[in-house]
């Protein structure tokens, strides 16, 4: 399993999605479907774009109780993805179930990754509002553990992070990274970033990067940088 740039696609319509994976005649980049585009466009726009010859991050962060995570997981399995993810605070036994339910009849399954804490949530929100008293960084290195005691592939975390969870759950469990930008890049939103070549430095295993590829003048230019800076 090679290190990849996955690209998120987090358009609002099958037609912008499509239009956009047009420009690369030929190449075939991994691709991240989040809640927008799967919720506009539904199993249809996984089905389409796995037709065109993609691999298929499905980023829905399952997180419910055990039996109808296993449900949604085993409906999910029929998409063909390549990985699927769901929120770490569910426990050990919900992350069990969407394994079970996930892993399709003839055995296999796709990659099921974590979601730690969100790199939305800071120190201080989740000490006050979810009474998590524990600093940020033990946090994550926690539901990794947890994640990986449950039978996972890897986690989403920062990149930042990647090579701690290489340290506390082994270097085969994998760092999905978003939160990347070029350095000479605008960083939008995102607070903690790094770029393409310091996140292969710190060990991530997959960047998943949107708008400093979705937004560029020229997307394919810039995955293909992110291609030579992460991969190559
Ligand atoms: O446009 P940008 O490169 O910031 O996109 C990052 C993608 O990764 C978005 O789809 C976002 O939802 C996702 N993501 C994130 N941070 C997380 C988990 C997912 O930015 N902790």
Same mark, same amino acid.
């Given at each position: 399993?090679?290190?990849?740039?996955?690209?998120?696609?987090?358009?609002?319509?099958?037609?912008?999605?499509?239009?956009? @994976?047009?420009?690369?005649?030929?190449?075939?980049?991994?691709?991240?479907?989040?809640?927008?585009?799967?919720?506009?466009?539904?199993?249809?726009?996984?089905?389409?774009?796995?037709? +065109?010859?993609? %691999?298929?991050? @499905?980023?829905?962060?399952?997180?419910?109780?055990? *039996?109808?995570?296993?449900?949604?997981?085993?409906?999910?399995?029929?998409?063909?993805?390549?990985?699927? *993810?769901?929120?770490? =605070?569910?426990?050990?036994?919900?992350?069990?179930?969407?394994?079970?339910?996930?892993?399709?009849?003839?055995?296999?399954? $796709?990659?099921?990754?974590?979601?730690? %804490?969100?790199?939305?949530?800071? %120190?201080?929100?989740? %000490?006050?509002?979810?009474?998590?008293?524990? $600093?940020?960084?033990?946090?994550?290195?926690?539901?990794?553990? *947890?994640?990986?005691?449950?039978? @996972?592939?890897?986690?989403?975390?920062?990149?930042?992070? =990647?090579?701690?969870?290489?340290?506390?759950?082994?270097?085969?469990?994998?760092?999905?990274? $978003?939160?990347?930008?070029?350095?000479?890049?605008?960083?939008?939103?995102?607070? +903690?970033?790094?770029?393409?070549?310091?996140?292969?430095?710190?060990?991530?295993?997959?960047?998943?990067?949107?708008?400093?590829?979705?937004?560029? =003048?020229?997307?394919?230019? =810039?995955?293909? +940088?992110?291609? *030579?800076?992460?991969?190559?």
């Amino acid at each position: 399993m090679g290190k990849d740039v996955i690209i998120a696609c987090d358009f609002s319509s099958k037609e912008e999605t499509l239009a956009f @994976l047009d420009k690369f005649s030929g190449k075939k980049p991994y691709v991240k479907i989040g809640m927008e585009l799967f919720y506009a466009a539904g199993p249809e726009i996984v089905r389409e774009i796995k037709a +065109r010859g993609h %691999q298929i991050f @499905l980023d829905l962060k399952l997180h419910d109780i055990p *039996n109808t995570v296993k449900k949604a997981m085993a409906v999910l399995s029929r998409l063909d993805v390549d990985m699927v *993810n769901l929120h770490a =605070a569910g426990t050990k036994a919900m992350m069990e179930a969407a394994l079970e339910g996930v892993t399709r009849p003839d055995g296999s399954r $796709p990659l099921v990754i974590a979601v730690t %804490q969100l790199t939305s949530t800071s %120190q201080e929100r989740m %000490q006050e509002e979810l009474l998590i008293g524990a $600093p940020m960084d033990e946090t994550v290195m926690h539901y990794a553990a *947890n994640a990986a005691a449950a039978g @996972l592939d890897g986690v989403v975390c920062s990149p930042m992070e =990647a090579g701690k969870v290489h340290e506390t759950c082994g270097k085969a469990f994998l760092t999905i990274t $978003p939160g990347i930008r070029f350095a000479d890049g605008d960083k939008g939103d995102q607070v +903690r970033v790094t770029d393409p070549a310091k996140a292969k430095e710190i060990g991530s295993d997959y960047i998943v990067v949107g708008r400093p590829i979705t937004a560029a =003048a020229d997307p394919v230019a =810039a995955y293909e +940088r992110c291609v *030579n800076d992460f991969v190559d």
